[in-house]
Every structure is written in structure tokens, then in C-alpha cells.
């Protein structure tokens, strides 16, 4: 069996090539914070992140890139990595990658609300004078955002993503990721939690736009619970907040490699929100899916 050929790496994922039209992306356990990535992997996140993925795949009605989920059936492993790899890892089809983000904001938060509050950019150009930090938006808005060659996000104006991509290819992606967030939010509110903004990536297969990558996780999303929820208060996440809190509290570390040691109490906490945020969101415990997949 010849060696999966590695492609790409990121703060989270591997990607390898399978076949021209086939990628295998898998989910590590690494976390990042303040785009570094930190020495401590947090126990099940990439199983978290793939598993919730599965989840919105099978219940959203748009076309995406997953083929399928069951390492076991993935013939191209090796036994052992079928093991290593279970609960992790999506067999996908290989999408040219439409290269902008896809930002939908429900709520006035994070980057968009420190923008706001200094006094408007491009991710709130469209918003009217008054709001709170953690405002409910009178409408979700789509403010798209490209890489850099630094691997940071540059937010677009709505100028520059119509010009970046086209104003049809522009409309297509702006209705499409508004769609697919307005019914994860409907879904979410039935559970208690609040879908407060998310981001979407899309690719091209044989001239259709698919959803490709992650969708809805905790650390494409963030997620609130409902009954915490208020204008102009801090809102807890179900995500990586216990490493962000904790290393805010850091004296004397700059935000730059390296980070500090976590202790195991931050990496349990964290360990812990991310199974808490698959279990409200799927209504099932997260061992049942780790048996599913093999990889208990």
C-alpha cells in the first residue's frame, strides 16, 4: 500500500492527497489561540470538530464535499491507521477552493465589535449607530474576508469581495452562507444555545459550488448559550475560552511563540466545553459516537 501523499498542513487539520479527485482531511487535537498554536493537544477536539461536522452535513439540505466519515471503510489506510484516524477524519472530494471566507454575524462580537467600537471598518460599514457589545443584529450580515500572505483574515469592504470574486459569484456565496447559518441558528435555538456567528469556505466541483471543510464547529462558530445571553455583557462560549481566559492571564507573554505550558486543569476544562458544545448540538452523548466510528 503505497504512503498517503501529505499536502498541507494547518493549526488543526492534515490534509493528504488520496487520489486526483479525493483529499483525507484529519483533525488533530492541537488548539490555537491568538493564531499560536500551543504545545498542549486538548483530549477528543479533533473527534469534536469532525463529529459535529458529520452532523451538520447529514442534516443540512446543500451540497458539501463528504464522501465519507468511517476510516474502516476507507481502504487506501493501513489498519493501524484506520484506528489512528477513526472519529477524525473525512474522506472528501477535491473542490478547487473559491479563495474567500465566508463571515456571517448575527451578533455584534470579538474582532467586529472592537471595530465597531473604534469606529466602523469593513465587517460593520452596514450597521446603524447605537449598538452594545453582543447586540442582536436586526439582520445576520455577510462580511467575507480573504487570507493573506501572512495566513491572518483581511476583512473585505463589500466593494472589494464583489470586486475579488464578481458580483454573481458574490451573491451566490453571500445567499448561500446566509441560508445555511439562518437554519444552524433555528436548529441551535431549539437547543438552548445561540449561534451568535460562523464561517464557511466553498470550493468548485465540475462547475458546482459546494460546501467544503468544516461547517458549524466550535471553532468555525461561536456558540452561547441562550439563557447567558444580554447587550453589553461578555458572553461565555462553548469553544476554546478556558484557554483564552487563562492565557490572558499571563503576565509577560506577548501573544507570540511560544505560548506558555497549560496546566491539566485548562486543558480538562477545555477538553470538557468541547464534548459539552457536540452533546447539546446532537442530542447524543459523545461516546455513543466514538463507538460508531471505532474509536472508542
Not at 459523545?286 to 474509536?295: K, R, S
Amino acid at each position: 500500500m503505497a504512503a498517503l501523499e501529505h499536502i498541507g498542513s494547518g493549526k488543526v487539520r492534515e490534509i493528504f492527497r488520496v487520489d486526483d479527485d479525493h483529499l483525507l482531511i484529519v483533525a488533530s487535537d492541537r488548539i490555537s489561540a491568538f493564531d499560536v498554536v500551543l504545545g498542549e493537544d486538548i483530549p477528543h477536539k479533533g473527534q469534536v470538530l469532525t463529529g459535529v461536522s458529520l452532523h451538520w452535513f447529514d442534516l443540512l439540505d446543500t451540497p458539501h464535499h463528504l464522501v465519507s466519515a468511517d476510516t474502516r471503510e476507507m481502504d487506501f489506510l493501513t489498519p493501524d491507521q484506520q484506528e489512528k484516524y477513526a472519529g477524525r477524519s473525512m474522506y472528501v472530494r477535491a473542490a478547487e477552493v473559491i479563495p474567500m471566507e465566508c463571515v456571517i454575524r448575527g451578533y455584534l462580537y470579538g474582532s467586529s465589535w472592537k471595530e465597531y467600537s473604534s469606529g466602523g471598518g469593513p465587517t460593520t460599514e452596514h450597521l446603524p449607530d447605537g449598538l452594545d457589545m453582543a447586540s442582536k443584529l436586526a439582520e445576520p450580515i455577510f462580511t467575507p474576508a480573504t487570507k493573506a500572505e501572512s495566513g491572518h483574515d483581511e476583512n473585505l469592504t463589500e466593494a472589494e469581495a464583489r470586486e475579488f470574486v464578481g458580483n454573481d459569484l458574490y451573491e451566490e456565496l453571500k445567499q448561500r452562507s446566509l441560508d445555511i447559518y439562518n437554519r444552524g441558528a433555528d436548529y441551535a435555538a431549539q437547543k438552548g444555545i445561540i449561534l451568535a456567528d460562523t464561517k464557511f469556505e466553498f470550493g468548485m466541483v465540475d462547475g458546482e459550488i459546494i460546501l467544503i471543510d468544516e461547517v458549524l464547529t466550535p471553532d468555525s462558530s461561536r456558540y452561547w448559550p441562550a439563557d447567558a445571553w444580554g447587550p453589553g455583557a461578555t458572553m461565555p462560549s462553548f469553544d476554546k475560552q478556558p484557554v483564552r481566559d487563562w492565557l490572558e492571564t499571563q503576565d509577560g507573554w506577548d501573544k507570540t511563540p511560544p505560548a506558555p505550558a497549560m496546566p491539566d486543569d485548562v486543558v480538562q476544562a477545555t477538553s470538557d466545553r468541547y464534548i459539552e458544545a457536540y452533546e447539546r448540538l446532537t442530542e447524543r452523548a459523545f461516546t455513543d459516537y466514538l463507538d460508531e466510528v471505532g474509536a472508542s
